[in-house]
Each structure stands twice: as C-alpha cells, then as structure tokens.
C-alpha cells in the first residue's frame, strides 16, 4: 500500500530483452539493451555480413554501413505497452508504420489511418526517413492510430 494515497501500489511492469531473455522494467531494459552480450554479439555479426553484401548509400557511417537508431515506442495512457526498436536511418516512417501495424495493432494491411507528427502544428510525412525524424537524442515524435477510420 501506498502510505500517502491508501492504494495498492501497481505492480512493475517489465518487458523482455529478446536477445538474452532477461526481464526488466522499461528504464533498466534501455540500459540493458547498450551492454546486453548476445545483443552485440549478434549486431557484430549482423555488421559483417552487411559489409560483404553491400556497397556503401547515402546514408552511412565512416565504414559505409547504414546507421541504426534505437527507438522506445510506448503507449501514451497504458504505458504497460511499450517496444525497444533498432532501426536503419533510412527506413521510412511508412516502412515503421507497416511494421507497427503488423506487430503491434495486430492488424498488418488493415486500412487503419494512421500520422507521424507532433500535432502542435504539423504530421511528418511517412516519406521521412527515422534518422531525419529523429536527428537527435530525445527527439520524439507522436504517432497516431486509427484516426477516425
């Protein structure tokens, strides 16, 4: 019980690293998934075998390999909804919107409406690459689903 408010106190909502299997609330899986070791063991090789398929694009690192970018997605009233995405900067928002709608909405190719934007003056086009979406650390952008449709 909550001393103050004489409520049970909510239980700790946890998710899973998908990686290694281990539990944690949101804040620590964040820090877990920058240190996790079958995460970066896998990414490692991920990254070699990208650098002999490809040749390097516009939207690359140093060594000609396409940035990824690490995104929490979280429900904004049940905030026991929430994924950790590793995503490439070139990805569109449209390709994270298929995606959302096939994992999450549980409704891939439904016709649901859906907009990127930060809704105090503007949508983002779903023509906008995530690394042009999310230029810096802490940017956020809104995501809204099934608008009306």
């Known amino acids: 019980m909550d001393r103050e408010t004489k409520r049970p106190r909510r239980k700790a909502i ?13 804040t ?11 995460r970066l063991s896998l ?10 398929a490809s040749s390097a694009s516009s939207s690359t690192t140093e060594d000609g390999l396409s940035r990824m ?3 929490l997605v979280n429900d904004q009233y049940r905030p026991m909804f929430f994924l950790h995405l590793e995503v490439r900067e070139d990805t569109t928002l449209g390709k994270l919107d298929d995606y959302l709608h096939e994992i999450w909405m549980d409704c891939g190719g439904c016709g649901h409406l859906s907009q990127f934007g930060d809704f105090g ?16 650390k802490g940017d956020e952008l809104i995501y809204l689903y099934d608008m009306g449709s």
Request: aromatic share 4%.
């Open 14 to 26: 946890k998710g899973t690293c998908r990686f290694c299997d281990k539990n944690l609330t949101p």
């Open 28 to 38: 620590p899986l964040t820090k877990h998934l920058a240190t996790c070791e079958k």
């Open 43 to 52: 990414n490692k090789k991920s990254t070699e075998d990208h650098q002999a």
């Open 69 to 71: 970018l690490h995104l």
């Open 121 to 136: 003056s503007r949508t983002t086009p779903k023509s906008t690459t995530v690394g042009d979406a999310f230029r810096n």
